[in-house]
T-cell receptor, first 115, second 116 residues
Framework: SQELEQSPQSLIVQEGKNLTINCTSSKTLYGLYWYKQKYGEGLIFLMMLQKGGEEKSHEKITAKLDEKKQQSSLHITASQPSHAGIYLCGAPPGYSGGSNYKLTFGKGTLLTVNP | GAVVSQHPSWVICKSGTSVKIECRSLDFQATTMFWYRQFPKQSLMLMATSNEGSKATYEQGVEKDKFLINHASLTLSTLTVTSAHPEDSSFYIC????????????FGSGTQLSVL
């Protein structure tokens, strides 16, 4: 089964600082989703990556998938308190016949941004 | 706007009662939906795959008689927690895929279940 390791588990930064969250898989990724969540609430879609070397940006958040398609990073520039929350990476199984929508998630990274 | 609607958002029930949670795809048909469970400060754990018109596929360790899943139409899947106990208290969330958008995968807003 697909297993995703996220690091760090938690992160506290000062407002305005940059930060990076990593998501690593032992197997080739056939898609990688990034979500933001506050516990007890739904998931907010951030980005989806599929191709090796792919990079996407939205506002101050940039996500990359490495060429080998085994590691993804999420980078936030000039963090703000509104960025606080749990960041989750998720990936489909990648095997033949497996649904692309059946995601396994990493354990999440809890981000705190101090004003 | 939301394309997957989950209801209720929260529910409190007595131990031994059953609770039904609904997950609807609002403007698209979903032959497959997924149910996840999340404990505080933990990640989402896939419980089962809900298949329209057939039996759900449960992940290892998930009791199918405890968590009944029904996917009777292309826009509705329900999760029923039967004879709920305090250890079933958790956050439950569903998802559905949509082929025609870039985002492709949408999540409901989740249901917080508290069993007294």
């Amino acid at each position: 089964s697909q297993e995703l390791e996220q690091s760090p588990q938690s992160l506290i930064v000062q407002e305005g600082k940059n930060l990076t969250i990593n998501c690593t898989s032992s197997k080739t990724l056939y898609g990688l989703y990034w979500y933001k969540q506050k516990y007890g609430e739904g998931l907010i879609f951030l980005m989806m990556l599929q191709k090796g070397g792919e990079e996407k940006s939205h506002e101050k958040i940039t996500a990359k998938l490495d060429e080998k398609k085994q590691q993804s990073s999420l980078h936030i520039t000039a963090s703000q308190p509104s960025h606080a929350g749990i960041y989750l990476c998720g990936a489909p199984p990648g095997y033949s016949g497996g649904s692309n929508y059946k995601l396994t998630f990493g354990k999440g990274t809890l981000l705190t941004v101090n004003p | 706007g939301a394309v997957v609607s989950q209801h209720p958002s929260w529910v409190i029930c007595k131990s031994g009662t059953s609770v039904k949670i609904e997950c609807r795809s609002l403007d698209f048909q979903a032959t497959t939906m997924f149910w996840y469970r999340q404990f505080p400060k933990q990640s989402l754990m896939l419980m089962a795959t809900s298949n329209e018109g057939s039996k759900a596929t449960y992940e290892q360790g998930v009791e199918k008689d405890k968590f009944l899943i029904n996917h009777a139409s292309l826009t509705l899947s329900t999760l029923t927690v039967t004879s709920a106990h305090p250890e079933d208290s958790s956050f439950y969330i569903c998802s559905a895929g949509r082929q025609t958008t870039n985002e492709k995968l949408f999540f409901g807003s989740g249901t917080q279940l508290s069993v007294l």
